[in-house]
């Protein structure tokens, strides 16, 4: 089974610049999650969809960064402009809906630098 | 009340040691708790998990502990190997909007580094 893929891996910027990340779940996950993690801190959520439904976005700064899910499948993240204390790194999660344990299944993540 | 505080921020012990991460929570509607492991470059990856009907859980050389009426669990590793080095956080879960999504909140984190 494959599982989250993240691209691109690394990205540098200036402060002021935009940026996108993009997340493909695993398989047949209905929820997906996207998370900034700081250096030295735990993941904090950003946005979470149910299919192509936004659950909750409370803690995502709305003013520069916003997410899609098209077609409850794929999702962006793009961050416009970016700031310095948004150098972080932006990691994507997807579970399945309902039963189980609801584990969260990570990608390896998106490192942004902001210069 | 999302808040999951976690400690130590560093932990270094010996091969063959016992380390112990301990969390605490005051939301009482958390109903499951995860703890991950994240090596550097890496996602976090469940490790172990709880739910609060139950004390105490193992899955080799992991245990959890889990005290409801304190609001605090920990994470136990036994015989401690370098290969265990990483980062641990525990989480808690909540049932939201109608019940059919699940929300993580994670603490903070604690880096273990175990010595040979």
């Known amino acids: 089974e494959a599982g989250v893929a993240q691209s691109p891996r690394y990205k540098i910027i200036e402060k002021r610049q935009s940026v996108a990340f993009w997340c493909n779940p695993i398989s047949g996950h209905a929820t997906l999650y996207w998370y900034q993690q700081i250096l030295g801190q735990g993941p904090k959520l950003l946005i979470q969809?149910?299919?192509?439904?936004?659950?909750?976005d409370s803690q995502l700064p709305k003013d520069r960064f916003s997410a899609e899910r098209l077609k409850g499948v794929d999702s962006t993240l793009k961050i416009q402009p970016a700031k310095l204390e948004d150098s972080a790194v932006y990691l994507c999660a997807s579970s399945f809906l309902a039963g189980g344990t609801g584990e969260l299944f990570f990608g390896e993540g998106s490192r942004l630098t902001v210069l | 009340q999302q808040q999951v505080k976690q400690s130590p921020q560093s932990l270094i012990v010996q091969k063959g040691g016992i380390p112990i991460i301990n969390c605490a929570y005051e939301?009482?509607?958390?109903?499951?708790f995860p703890w991950y492991q994240q090596f550097p470059g890496k996602g976090p990856a469940l490790l172990i998990a709880?739910?609060?009907?139950?004390s105490e859980k193992k899955e080799g050389r992991f245990t959890i502990s889990f005290n409801k009426s304190a609001k605090q669990f920990s994470l136990h590793i036994m015989d401690s190997q370098p290969g265990d080095s990483a980062t641990y956080f525990c989480?808690?879960?909540?049932?939201?909007?109608?019940?059919?999504?699940?929300?993580?909140?994670f603490g903070s984190g604690t880096q273990l580094t175990v010595l040979p």
């Open positions: 989480a808690a879960r909540l049932l939201i909007s109608s019940g059919s999504a699940r929300q993580l909140t």
């Open positions: 709880i739910r609060p009907d139950v």
């Open positions: 969809f149910q299919n192509n439904g936004v659950v909750d």
């Open positions: 939301n009482t509607a958390f109903d499951y």
